[in-house]
């Protein structure tokens, strides 16, 4: 059984800052990419960034410059800092991690259970 599970969402005034944490725990095996998504109401999610095993990153147009997704890989642990946050910036952040459980050898996508982020104008 895989858990992951996010923080540090809140609600913020715009310009503001904030940091999420997403902490992966259970029997696992290897994480290869672990990533955030956002969902604002009535729209799609979307991949907001993501950071390959080897540190390799890749962020949306809208947040590069502000944002920074970092990971701890000891710790299976994968961050991100949310600088200059803007009222778009709103929504549900989902973390997401490809991971491949001990015993297996296959890789699945596992999924946060989502936390609150609102940047008030």
């Known amino acids: 059984q895989v858990q992951l599970v996010e923080s540090g969402g809140g609600l913020v005034q715009a310009g503001g800052s904030l940091r999420l944490s997403c902490a992966a725990s259970?029997?696992?095996?290897?994480?290869?990419?672990m990533g955030w998504y956002r969902q604002a109401p009535g729209m799609q999610r979307e991949l907001v960034a993501e950071?390959?095993?080897?540190?390799?990153?890749h962020y949306l147009d809208s947040v590069k410059g502000r944002f920074t997704i970092s990971r701890d890989s000891a710790k299976n642990t994968v961050y991100l800092q949310m600088n200059n946050l803007k009222p778009e910036d709103t929504g549900v952040y989902y973390c997401n991690a490809d991971l491949m459980t001990s015993g297996s050898y296959y890789y699945n996508y596992y999924w946060g259970q989502g936390t609150q982020v609102t940047v008030s104008s």
């Open positions: 259970g029997s696992i095996g290897r994480i290869n990419t």
């Open positions: 950071i390959a095993i080897y540190g390799n990153t």
